[in-house]
């Protein structure tokens, strides 16, 4: 079993940053890729960003890259997505995700097997 926090979420200007954490429990945590979803009002799940279990390789979906980063902290158990010169359309519910089969491609929210409850990001114009 598998638990996972998501936190940092909140109100943000246009251009500003935000760092979400996501905290996991258990000892498996450095074995599994873990990714970041989003979904804003009236509109599917999509995915943002995944890390693999090393950290080695990311992966981020064409609206974010250059401007979101992914990370995680092994002995931390904690996975983070910086978030920089946030737009309003990244207004969204964030959640991560755990794949712990590392199934591919990591974009495809049916291969995670765990989810987060999810943290409101709002960004304003």
């Known amino acids: 079993q598998v638990q996972l926090v998501e936190s940092g979420g909140g109100l943000v200007q246009a251009g500003g940053s935000l760092r979400l954490s996501c905290a996991a429990s258990g000892r498996t945590f450095s074995r599994y890729t873990t990714g970041w979803f989003r979904q804003a009002p009236g509109k599917e799940r999509e995915f943002v960003a995944a890390i693999s279990w090393s950290g080695s390789d990311t992966y981020y979906a064409d609206s974010v890259k250059d401007r979101f980063t992914i990370s995680r902290d092994n002995a931390d158990y904690t996975v983070y997505l910086q978030m920089n010169s946030l737009k309003p359309e990244d207004t969204a519910v964030y959640y991560c995700?755990?794949?712990?089969?590392?199934?591919?491609?990591?974009?495809?929210?049916?291969?995670?097997?765990?989810w987060g409850q999810g943290t409101q990001v709002t960004v304003s114009s």
């Open positions: 995700a755990a794949n712990l089969r590392g199934a591919r491609p990591y974009s495809y929210g049916a291969h995670y097997d765990y």
